[in-house]
């Protein structure tokens, strides 16, 4: 079992910059998979990106080129610089773990109680 607890939300401007961290209870084991999802009001929760063993990454579309994750498997923090934010980045995000790789929610197990970041226009 692993606790999660996310940090480092808040609200900026288009364009500014934000750094989110994930701290777990414990080290994550290096098979795991730790990803960062989001959820705007009224939507599905999606993914954002992934981080798994030998720091292999998963992004999704919207976030590439901006999003960059890091940390997780063998530490017991992970982080997810986000810069160039827009509006549409609105949301709830929460960091999550699963023992095995998937992009869908439900394959996490682990999920911590999110934090809000809002994107100004």
């Known amino acids: 079992q692993v606790q999660l607890t996310e940090s480092g939300g808040g609200l900026v401007q288009a364009g500014d910059s934000l750094r989110l961290s994930c701290s777990a209870s414990?080290?994550?084991?290096?098979?795991?998979?730790v990803a960062w999802f989001r959820q705007a009001p009224g939507k599905e929760r999606e993914f954002v990106a992934l981080?798994?063993?030998?720091?292999?990454?998963t992004y999704a579309d919207a976030v590439k080129d901006r999003f960059t994750i890091s940390g997780g498997p063998g530490t017991n923090t992970v982080f997810l610089q986000m810069n160039s934010l827009r509006p549409e980045d609105t949301g709830v995000y929460y960091c999550?773990?699963?023992?095995?790789?998937?992009?869908?929610?439900?394959?996490?197990?682990?999920w911590g109680p999110g934090t809000q970041v809002t994107v100004s226009s």
């Open positions: 999550a773990h699963s023992s095995s790789y998937g992009l869908d929610p439900h394959a996490y197990n682990y």
């Open positions: 414990r080290r994550f084991y290096t098979s795991a998979v």
């Open positions: 981080i798994r063993s030998f720091s292999r990454t």
